[in-house]
Nanobody, 125 residues
Framework: QVQLVEFGGGLVQAGGSLRLSCAAS?????????MGWFRQAPGLEREFVAG????????YYSDSVKGRFTISRDNAKNMVYLQMNSLKPEDTAVYYC?????????????????WGQGTQVTVDS
């Protein structure tokens, strides 16, 4: 089993930055697992934001955040991060960290097996 806990959300002005963190624990090492970040705004479906296929492997992003957000990992600390720059009001959502037992570069939420509880990000215009 894998447990994921996100933190680092909050209120930020448009144009500002936040770094989300996801702490992973459990009996399984995540270094070879795809890890991703998703978000869900009120009334909308959960959407893919960023992913990393394996530690040191390729990263991939949704078009809406490409060039502004960066996903990274620290395997020694069992942490995954999402650096968010140039934030916009439309980035407001609950952000979730997720881990997949599948390979490749999953983007769909049903391709991920473990989820955190989410952390709120609010971008004020």
């Amino acid at each position: 089993q894998v447990q994921l806990v996100e933190f680092g959300g909050g209120l930020v002005q448009a144009g500002g930055s936040l770094r989300l963190s996801c702490a992973a624990s459990g009996r399984t090492s995540l270094s070879n697992y795809p890890m991703g970040w998703f978000r869900q705004a009120p009334g909308l479906e959960r959407e893919f934001v960023a992913g990393n296929s394996w530690s040191g492997g390729p990263t991939y992003y949704s078009d809406s955040v490409k060039g502004r957000f960066t996903i990274s990992r620290d395997n020694a600390k069992n942490m995954v991060y999402l650096q968010m720059n140039s934030l916009k009001p439309e980035d407001t959502a609950v952000y979730y960290c997720a881990a997949s037992r599948r390979g490749g570069a999953p983007r769909r939420s049903d391709e991920y097996d473990y989820w955190g509880q989410g952390t709120q990000v609010t971008v004020d215009s």
